[in-house]
């Protein structure tokens, strides 16, 4: 959702996408739908988005992919973080905090 006490990574990624012409469907797994996957992380370009899964296999995340292999998304406050083969990876805490699923070409 989107208020005064923040936003969420489906309606950030939304909002930033409505701001340069283009519709989002509202929830992560409603905007996997849309657009063309791309086949490995390399074929990527900034504005791309990143979906992200859980265990049972569903998707509960999605960012926007920068340059230099950074993402930026929503997860608690829009943070930057790496992004690599296996996901979102957050430097201070030395994890993997989010698991690839699939890359999207929207635009």
Known sequence: GKTP???DCSGFTQMVYKLNGYKLLRDASQQATQGEAL???EESEPGDLAFFDNA????IHVGIIMKDNYI?????KVR???LDHSGIYNVEKRIH???????????
């Not at 930026?72 to 608690?76: E, L, T, V």
């Not at 905090?97 to 635009?107: N, S």
């Open 80 to 82: 930057i973080d790496r």
């Open 39 to 41: 086949s490995f992380i």
């Open 72 to 76: 930026i998304h929503a997860h608690g």
């Open 5 to 7: 006490f923040g936003i």
């Open 97 to 107: 905090t989010h698991k690839l699923r699939v890359i999207k070409k929207i635009i």
């Open 56 to 59: 049972e296999g569903n998707i």
